[in-house]
């Protein structure tokens, strides 16, 4: 029997049989619905809530009835401006020929309230002028002399639904490899070290290329287990929640080319992380210090799925696709947003993160061999 | 086992000044010193842990830089510190040990019993390791040390973290595995220990050999080893 896969079996019932990275994948899979649930609970509240509008002066006729219909809710007060600092959600002064508002910018019941209050003034004073113009014989259809016809060139729904896929998959993805590792490699390098096994192991004539590579192929597979549960309940609580917005009446799903895709860049990013977590563990003396040294890298990686979210449309040349981990998260928005892929840009995605973890590899390999890994304990 | 002038720096500590001696199938071979002294340096070096800066091991034929795979092959090491799988049971642990030690399937189970039975582990063979005693443990590390019946047996300050009757046990193990016509070194500072069991004996103090010898022979005409020992060290 190969050293690797005697090594790679036993690592994966240890890690079975380990609470922290059975934690870390149960977590890992309740995460993402739980926080998907929260965002469309509080979204879907923000959009039903009644507003509360502080006025003095006479409303309008009719107006009433429409800002009640619009959840609304007049309220008399005797200083609007005083009154949108707390007891209300903004204030309205109606004068003869203007209406005074007052609302608080740092409060989003303002801010909505406002818009909310905005909209339905422009439908009554369009409705006012459609009404007068009728009551002198005038089509009031001349108000609108040109007609715009939207023709989107993909559904609204499905480009709503791809937005925030594209940053929230290569987010939960990219996060959720690193972190469901996180715990095992840790342990079967630094933990090692620490529960005095590791001379031990070193002690076996299985060459130590093979006893590590059984270790990158356990820890890649918890890796990837943990994202596969992430995404398959983000999937599940996605299928159950509508989402605020015009997605609201479909349910979110990828796209074909997206799946393959998600697959193979997990596959690459999965191997290189399992190799940089190891190397970076085979350095430190404890479990403790390993977390040390391995807390950056979730800060390093997090950052280039942060740039989808700030920057939507950021289409760099292709010598950003070189960027490790950038890369990934470009291409898999790629297949998400178009549900297409540039070879050149897949082709060059690949060969950097394959390097990247051809390079971990050699490191951890080189770490794994030094007189040092003993000497240092 | 030949080791020839063993020259080993750690950093800017010389540990090794040139280290020579034999050790033959059929004894137990003691490698005493006091702390310091370069004996687990020198245990490292002849099971391809370190490689030596100058000097060479030569284990059964095998060159320890040539060979390093094989020499680990011929050799099984008990250490003071006891490291188990915790998450393994006692079982699993000397199963794991044998594979990687390239017991062939077919003797694995057989090999296995085999030690389970010879160390009366059997009462705690499938606990998790980490419920076990420090006793157990150094049973399971001694199991996994022999489970493929290596010809070279090195125990490096086997009982120090042991009690009175668990030390006893693995010096019962260390002359039975003499019996067996095993070649046992013994490392150890406890010159009680080294006296009771040791055939020859090798004395380091700072790196060098200061006396090697039939263990009477060292001693000479003193009471006891250990007052020879003190004597070679320098300690009045």
């Known amino acids: 029997m190969d050293a690797a896969w005697i090594v790679y079996r036993k690592e994966i019932i240890e890690i079975l049989r380990d609470r922290r990275t059975l934690m870390a994948i149960g977590l890992a899979a309740l995460a993402t619905p739980i926080v998907l649930s929260v965002i469309s609970q509080i979204s879907t509240r923000t959009a039903t809530q009644t507003y509360t509008v502080g006025y003095t002066g006479d409303v309008p006729t009719g107006l009433d009835e429409l800002m009640v219909a619009t959840n609304l809710k007049l309220v008399a007060v005797t200083d609007p401006a005083a009154a949108a600092k707390q007891q209300v959600d903004i204030g309205v002064a109606f004068g003869a020929a203007e209406v005074d508002e007052y609302y608080d910018p740092s409060r989003q019941s303002a801010q909505i309230a406002a818009t909310r209050l905005e909209t339905v003034l422009g439908q009554y004073g369009a409705a006012q002028a459609a009404a007068a113009l009728q009551s002198r014989g005038i089509d009031p259809g001349i108000l609108s002399p040109v007609h715009l016809v939207a023709h989107p060139l993909s559904s609204p729904v499905k480009a709503s639904s791809n937005a925030f896929l594209s940053f929230f998959l290569p987010y939960i993805l990219i996060t959720m490899i690193l972190t469901g590792g996180f715990s095992a490699a840790l342990d079967s390098t630094a933990g090692e070290r620490e529960r005095k096994t590791l001379e031990s192991l070193l002690l076996t004539p299985a060459p130590r290329s093979r006893v590590l590579l059984g270790k990158i192929a356990a820890v890649t597979t918890i890796s990837l287990v943990a994202a596969v549960a992430a995404i398959g309940s983000m999937f599940v609580a996605l299928s159950q929640i509508s989402l605020p917005g015009p997605s609201s009446s479909a349910h979110i799903t990828l796209n074909p080319v997206a799946v393959p895709v998600m697959v193979w860049v997990a596959l690459l990013i999965g ?16 479990f403790r210090q390993g977390q040390a040294y391995v807390t950056p890298l979730y800060f390093i990686t997090i950052f280039p799925a942060s740039i989808i979210l700030f920057i939507p449309d950021f289409n760099p040349g292709l010598a950003i696709y070189l960027v490790p981990i950038l890369n990934a998260v470009l291409v898999l928005r790629d297949a998400i947003v178009h549900n297409a892929v540039e070879w050149s840009t897949l ?22 061999t030094r007189e040092g890994l003993l000497t240092r304990s | ?24 199938a059929g004894e137990i071979f003691g490698l005493l010193g006091p702390n310091g002294a370069g004996k687990t340096t020198t245990l490292r070096i002849i099971c391809t842990l370190l ?50 030690s390239r017991v062939p399937d077919r003797d694995l189970r057989r090999r296995v019993e085999g030690v389970i039975e010879r160390l009366d582990i059997e009462s705690f063979a499938d606990q998790r390791a980490e419920s076990l005693s420090s006793g157990q443990k150094q049973k399971v590390a001694i199991a996994r040390a022999i489970v493929h019946d290596p010809q070279v047996l090195m125990f490096d300050e086997p009982t120090s973290n042991l009690d009175v009757l668990a030390s006893r046990e693995v010096r019962e193990f260390m002359v039975e595995s003499k019996a067996r016509g095993k070649c046992v070194i013994f490392s150890t500072h406890v010159m009680h220990d080294a006296e009771r069991l040791c055939d020859r004996i090798t004395i380091l103090h700072e790196g060098q050999v200061v006396a090697s010898g ?16 003190l004597d070679l060290v320098g300690v009045k």
């Open chain 1, 271 to 286: 191997v290189s992380f399992s190799s940089v977590t190891l190397a970076l563990g085979t350095l430190a003396k404890t």
């Open chain 1, 347 to 368: 082709a060059v995605t690949s060969v950097s993160l394959l390097a990247t973890g051809a390079i971990s590899w050699f490191a951890a390999l080189r770490l794994f």
């Open chain 2, 1 to 24: 086992m030949t080791v020839e002038r063993l020259e080993k720096t750690l950093g800017k500590n010389r540990v090794l000044r040139g280290i020579s001696f034999q050790a033959a």
């Open chain 2, 51 to 100: 490689a030596p800066d100058k000097g060479t091991v030569d284990v059964l034929g095998f060159d320890t830089r040539k060979a390093p795979e094989e020499v680990r092959r011929l050799i099984g090491v008990v250490t003071a510190d006891i490291g188990v799988y915790p998450r393994l049971s006692a079982r699993e642990n000397i199963a794991y040990f044998a594979q990687l």
């Open chain 2, 214 to 229: 039939a263990t009477a022979e060292v001693r000479g005409g003193r009471r006891e080893l250990e007052d020879a020992f």
